[in-house]
């Protein structure tokens, strides 16, 4: 698959003193890596040397695993001086594809980098690039898509890929969701894919105040802060078509229609840590309260019909989403994998008669063998629990609760071995509620009704054979360690599902301990070749 050229776009600055140390940075915080990562159960610091997600899509290469492909090429940076002017000055199909750019919206709103230009000089020199502009959320969205065209032209590459990090998610998504519309245009002729790192996609909320702290904001825009309210979200969200004078009831931010982009092919980074979120002395972290990554609560941060996954880690900073190995490697995947795969539970029913005082959750965590880190974990711990619910009549045998989504390459394996292991590791627990208060009466700490590891080994396809190849084993019916298992060619799983494209497995939660799910309950695994942009089944 030929690679794409990469767009980042940032997040929020603030006032004029905020932007000014975003426009000193040459890649706009793109280029920032850490060494700092909490590990074990304790979360204690650990040192572990991140370069930043710049330099790793510069030194691996396609296929890679570990050390970088430079035989496969990574991608390029082409700054020169200005990539404004590179690009301008480059002719049409002579700049390689595999390029990083980022969207510099911010120089143009910069005193350092611009001039308050008085009416007599306007006339004179026509007001030029170096005219000073208020910061505006739709002239950043339509700036961007005349850096998109140009790279398109530059390349000759079809789409780019966009990334962005907190606010610039949603530059990007007026750009989807309204600039390209009202010029009688669609997302797809122009963005492959799409990842946000801590978008607040739902606006920007807080755990304090009653609404008093939003509607202050939004009525005064404080620091520009108005962007992250119902009523500016509607507006920059909305085509002209349909716009009315006032977001109408129901209207949620956090959803992207289907007529304007599809949801198969946006990711959302969730992050779950707001302690390490240190601006303002850790006061923001204070006031969005502890489901957040401590600017974005976790409701907000990511779109129900959009591929999303959860990781520890603060909206920035030391400990930050970007600048992160979870937030690299998930990255990676979604862009350059060419598999889906999930992991739904299905036919389980809860023990007993539906019971409103008793609830019940599944925790998960996500890790793929040869990795330091979770690439998705939603636990009780971090406020982002899976919650299962008591059947409703209306729901069919195989209702399925989603566990978990990640990516695969085809072209991506372990040395020495054509098989990528994943660990799903699964956990049900319940707690009883009475007037609204938990009682601990029957319950014991640090327990489970169920927890348990589902390994799995994928071996792609190959030209030979279209389809992967797939084992699972419960790691309680494993008794070597996981490091020395391998499954035998014999329990290779069989594919139940005749459409092309599409391989699906169950695997049955392990006796005796799954049991009181009920006998059929069962893990259902997925893997689907992803379409195309232009697959002429999206609706444009």
């Keep these: 698959m030929e690679k794409l050229p990469l767009v980042y776009v940032r997040g929020f600055a603030g006032g004029e003193h905020g932007i000014e ?9 793109f280029n920032e890596g850490s060494v700092h990562v909490r590990v074990g159960l304790s979360g204690r610091p650990s040192f572990y040397q991140f ?3 710049l330099l790793r899509l510069m030194i691996e290469g396609e296929g890679d695993y570990g050390q970088g492909d430079t035989s ?15 690009l301008r000055d480059a002719a049409p199909g002579s700049v390689p594809p595999a390029s990083i750019w980022v969207h510099r919206f911010y120089d143009v709103s910069a005193p350092s980098l611009t001039t308050q230009t008085h009416r007599e000089e306007e006339e004179e020199d026509g007001g030029g690039p170096g005219q000073r502009q208020q910061f505006d959320l739709e002239s950043a969205a339509r700036s961007l898509f005349t850096l998109i065209e140009q790279i398109k032209d530059r390349t000759g590459a079809p789409r780019v890929h966009l990334v962005a990090h907190s606010m610039g998610g949603l530059i990007c998504r007026c750009l989807i969701q309204k600039v390209l519309p009202d010029r009688g245009d669609h997302g797809l002729n122009h963005i492959d894919r799409f990842f946000t790192y801590g978008t607040p996609h739902g606006g920007i909320h807080f755990n304090v105040g009653f609404g008093l702290l939003e509607r202050m904001r939004d009525t005064f825009n404080v620091q520009g802060g108005d962007i992250f309210g119902p009523r500016q979200m509607y507006d920059y969200l909305t085509p002209e078509r349909t716009r009315l004078d006032a977001p109408p009831h129901g209207w949620v931010a956090n959803s992207i ?7 198969e092919r946006v990711f959302c980074l969730v992050g779950t840590n707001p302690s390490d979120y240190d601006v303002a002395g850790g006061l923001s972290a204070k006031a969005v309260g502890p489901k957040s990554d401590g ?29 992160s190995e979870e937030g690299y490697q998930n990255l990676k995947r979604f862009l350059f994998g060419d598999l889906q795969i999930t992991a739904d539970l299905v036919d389980y029913r809860l023990p007993g008669e539906p019971d409103a005082e008793v609830t019940w959750q599944a925790e998960t965590r ?14 009780a711990a971090h406020y982002c629990p899976i919650q299962l619910g008591w059947p409703r009549t209306s729901d069919t045998a195989d209702r399925p609760t989603p566990l978990v989504t990640t990516f695969l390459s085809s072209r991506e394996s372990r ?61 309680s019916n494993i008794s070597s ?9 014999s329990a290779v799983l069989t594919d139940q599902d005749d459409v092309e494209g599409s391989w699906v497995a169950h695997v049955p939660l392990p006796s005796p301990s799954g049991l009181f799910l009920g006998e059929e309950a069962r893990i259902r695994l997925t893997v689907r070749n992803r379409r195309p942009a232009d697959d002429p089944s999206y609706s444009r």
Aim: hydrophobic fraction near 35%.
């Design 72 to 86: 496969r090429g990574g991608y390029k940076v082409l700054v020169r001086g200005s990539q404004e002017l590179y």
């Design 257 to 263: 229609p289907a007529e304007a982009f599809p949801g």
């Design 21 to 29: 140390q975003a426009v000193q940075d040459p890649f706009y915080g």
């Design 51 to 53: 370069e930043s997600p």
């Design 366 to 379: 996500l890790s793929v063998r040869g990795l330091p880190i979770v690439m998705h974990e939603q636990l």
């Design 481 to 489: 360690p996981l490091r020395d298992y391998e499954p035998p060619d």
């Design 415 to 475: 040395p020495g071995t054509a098989k990528m292991r994943y660990m799903l590791q699964l956990k049900v627990l319940s707690l009883r509620e009475r007037g609204g208060i938990f009682s601990f009466g029957d319950h014991i700490e640090q327990s489970a009704d169920f927890d348990d590891m589902l390994i799995v080994d994928v071996e792609p396809p190959t030209d030979g054979r279209p389809v992967p190849r797939a084992w699972a084993t419960w790691a």
């Design 295 to 323: 600017l974005v609560q976790i409701e907000s941060a990511y779109i129900p019909e959009a591929n999303f996954a959860f990781v520890h880690r603060s909206h920035s900073g030391r400990y930050g989403l970007v600048n």
